[in-house]
T-cell receptor, first 112, second 111 residues
Framework: EAQVTQNPRYLITVTGKKLTVTCSQN?????MSWYRQDPGLGLRQIYY???????DKGDVPEGYKVSRKEKRNFPLILESPSPNQTSLYFC???????????FGPGTRLTVT | ELKVEQNPLFLSMQEGKNYTIYCNYS?????LYWYRQDPGKSLESLFV?????AVKQEGRLMASLDTKARLSTLHITAAVHDLSATYFC???????????FGKGTRLHILP
């Protein structure tokens, strides 16, 4: 089954404790992206990647890191999480000229 | 800076009625996307519009794009309760693949 998976789906952590949210897709897509969704703000892009070893900042990259060492994986790293990073995070992948995106199920992160 | 504005942000309507959601964006782009999100769920792609004048239809939903006016519309025909969801438009920023989403339109269709 074609899908984008994220782990974990739920995470409660404390300020400053490094964490990684994994994202994997099995559709051989070149394009992958991370978004955060906050009430009243819609989705905001954090980082995106056009292909392996190619990443670029989205609208709200501060406090996040990403890497793209393999085509299928695009982990999101929070080196020192803060409470303002409490949010719902979505990973997405896409291919072709249009970059129609397929979204993962989401990761709900709470930073206390 | 690219801005994407959706109107209305909230819409409550009766079954059987027609309505239109508007998506305005502030800079040149010729790739626009519509997504649907059900409560507590992820996003599902509805339409990809790639050129001026593009029109796509799926069931009771029809999307169009006017790149000169920087406007896309999502038209709902004879609404049914199952279409209740939040609808997002998103714009590709000048083909550099950065994507900007609107804040979403929460659609509530009363049976």
């Amino acid at each position: 089954e074609a899908q984008v998976t994220q782990n974990p789906r739920y995470l409660i952590t404390v300020t400053g404790k490094k964490l990684t949210v994994t994202c994997s897709q099995n559709m051989n897509h070149e394009y992958m992206s991370w978004y955060r969704q906050d009430p009243g703000l819609g989705l905001r892009q954090i980082y995106y990647s056009m292909n392996v070893e190619v990443t670029d900042k989205g609208d709200v990259p501060e406090g996040y890191k990403v890497s793209r060492k393999e085509k299928r994986n695009f982990p999101l790293i929070l080196e020192s999480p803060s409470p303002n990073q409490t949010s719902l995070y979505f990973c997405a992948s896409g291919t072709g000229t249009a970059y129609e995106q397929y979204f993962g199920p989401g990761t709900r992160l709470t930073v206390t | 800076e690219l801005k994407v504005e959706q109107n209305p942000l909230f819409l409550s309507m009766q079954e059987g009625k027609n309505y239109t959601i508007y998506c305005n964006y502030s800079t040149t782009s010729d790739r626009l996307y519509w997504y649907r999100q059900d409560p507590g769920k992820s996003l599902e792609s509805l339409f990809v519009l790639l050129s001026n004048g593009a029109v796509k239809q799926e069931g009771r939903l029809m999307a169009s794009l006017d790149t000169k006016a920087r406007l896309s519309t999502l038209h709902i025909t004879a609404a049914v309760h199952d279409l209740s969801a939040t609808y997002f438009c998103a714009v590709d920023m000048n083909r550099d693949d950065k994507i900007i989403f609107g804040k979403g339109t929460r659609l509530h269709i009363l049976p």
